[in-house]
């Protein structure tokens, strides 16, 4: 996503409290990963592209919250697809956990 998609979304999730932005990391130049809260479940969700928003915010008229697939460690900050036997994603990767 770029800067103005990142904007944009700032802008929409101050008129609306469905969630709120919790990281900005920039991949590339010009290109970022935008993390955010949903606001019902207080799950993270990372959107790299418009799809991925346009996803997260059709869930709100079905009524589904979604799982996330990937999320950044807490510990090491490096995204991470790590799951526990329900679906749910880990806070930290498994490098990053205590055995």
Known sequence: ???????????????????RIVSVLPLLAGDYVVSIEDRRDGREHLLTNCEDLETWLE????????????????????????????????????TARPN
């Open 59 to 94: 869930s709100f008229k079905t009524g589904e919250c979604l799982k996330p697939s990937e999320g950044f460690c807490d510990c090491c900050c490096k995204l991470h697809d790590d799951h526990d036997t329900d679906g749910e994603l880990f806070g930290l990767c498994l």
């Open 1 to 19: 996503m770029n800067q103005r998609s990142i904007t944009a979304i700032a802008e929409l999730l101050t008129r609306r409290a469905i969630g």
